[in-house]
């Protein structure tokens, strides 16, 4: 038995009860701030959390037997949530983003052979070792921005050999790194250039072959779809989707990204998890969404490095939407590790608060990777995931941007960076 009590925090931020369901509206706003506030961990949980004056009163023996940390003047908060990343890939396209600076499009590229194709020929080529070695950088990255659980996708396979493998990387890491990683099998990224002519086929392999392998190996727990004009339809990601909860995998869409196409109102009628990007999704789908309760994951990055619009965070929280954030770390449209500069991003761009961004990337995120229960916020008996800001207030977290304030990270009870 071991215990860690972190004591005279200026503010901590609980996000509390929200944890059976994401929150939403004005709920997203309220935060649980507890204004001179101490967490009491015992082992690789929370055991108490109140004001200090009040766990000193209460908790006195746990308090003589703990490793005590000082929080004073600084900001205590939930571990951050990511949960959208390509973390598993080899190599890096900041050739294309020099191309993207002088005119060329994202999508252009790759129809072009570049882009995902591009990672796909990297990753394809690379060993175990070197992706794995090349992804545990971008996690100790993460970390160091207060992240504590991630989920990563495979997709830059695409042939049942390198899906795999990509999955097992992620798995392995998982093993050996503080960070939690939930896993996506992601086989429907694009139509790779081998099945360019006969698209269908590839949709037939996905999932006649690889999700039930997938399933049956217990390599993933969600299945995506990149839903686009140009990529799959609406209806082949529906069929992916479906063959997927067939097999126990649940189902995640890149929806409405770069053109309207029908991708939220998908997530609704197939019971979605999240539906991600959504920059250009209409009123209706919006409506679907918040009725069947699907998670929002806006992804701020991927427009500010495409240099596009961002998602309209305001108009989906205003309809009801749980809005959560996500880096979608990938070395193409947003190669970023940095979840504190996507709060910074939703309410420069997007018309959320600094206390919306946190609930964001905090209980929300981790509603739209299904593990509200157990993190995304600081209560009683839930895993004690957390960061010491080296902030006096919440509100600063979205206004001093560009640097990083990580003071010290806890996972399950144990520091992990500081
Ligand atoms: O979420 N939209 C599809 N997939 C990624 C991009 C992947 C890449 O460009 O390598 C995304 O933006
Ligand atoms: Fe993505």
């Known amino acids: 038995m071991s215990y860690l009590f972190i004591e005279n925090a200026n503010e901590v931020i609980t996000v509390k009860g929200h944890s059976d369901k994401p929150a939403i509206k004005g709920a997203m706003n309220e935060i649980g701030i507890i204004k001179n506030g101490s967490v009491l961990i015992k082992d690789d949980k929370i055991l108490a959390v109140n004001t200090t004056d009040f766990l ?43 191309m993207r600076l002088q005119g060329a499009s994202y999508m252009d590229i790759m129809a072009d052979g570049g882009g995902i194709h591009a990672t796909t020929r990297a990753t394809r080529k690379a060993p175990f070792e070197e992706m794995y070695n090349e992804s545990i950088r971008r996690l100790d990255k993460f970390l160091e921005h207060g992240v504590t659980t991630i989920e990563a996708k495979s997709g830059y396979g695409m042939d049942w050999d390198v899906e795999k493998r990509q999955l097992e990387v992620a798995q392995q890491l998982n093993y050996d790194h503080p960070i939690d990683i939930v896993h996506t099998f992601m086989g429907a990224h694009v139509i790779p250039q081998e ?35 140009g990529v799959f339809t609406p209806e082949q ?9 067939e097999h126990g995998l649940l189902p995640k869409i890149h929806a409405d990204e770069i053109k309207p196409y029908g991708g939220a109102e998908l997530a609704a009628e197939v019971g979605a998890v999240s539906a991600d990007h959504l920059l250009k999704v209409s009123d209706k789908g919006l409506e679907q969404m918040a009725a069947e309760g699907v998670v929002a994951v806006l992804l701020p990055g991927t427009a500010f490095f495409l240099m596009t619009e961002v998602a309209n965070g ?59 229960e157990q993190i995304g916020s600081i209560e009683v008996g839930k895993r004690a995931d957390l960061v010491i800001w080296d902030l006096p207030n919440h509100i600063q977290f979205s206004y001093h941007y560009g640097v990083n304030h990580t003071d010290t990270v806890v996972k399950r009870g144990k520091i992990v960076y500081s």
């Open 56 to 98: 000193k009163t209460m908790y006195q023996k746990e308090i003589s037997e703990s490793v005590v940390v000082d929080a004073t003047g600084k900001v205590v908060a939930p571990g951050l949530v990511d949960p959208h990343t390509h973390l598993v890939f080899a190599g890096s396209r900041e050739n294309e983003y020099n």
């Open 314 to 372: 305001r108009r989906a929280i205003d309809a009801g939407v749980p809005v959560a954030l996500s880096t979608d770390c990938n070395p193409g449209s947003s190669p970023s590790t940095s979840m504190p500069f996507m709060m910074n991003l939703a309410s420069l761009k997007m018309g959320m608060t600094p206390a919306e961004a946190i609930t964001a990337a905090t209980i929300n995120a981790a509603h739209a990777i299904k593990r509200g």
């Open 195 to 229: 099945y360019q002519e006969k698209p269908d086929d590839f949709v037939d392999l996905v999932i006649q072959e690889m999700i039930p392998k997938i399933a049956e190996l217990g390599l993933a727990e969600f299945n995506d779809v990149f839903c686009e004009p």
């Open 237 to 245: 990601s529906r069929r992916i989707l479906l063959a997927g909860k």
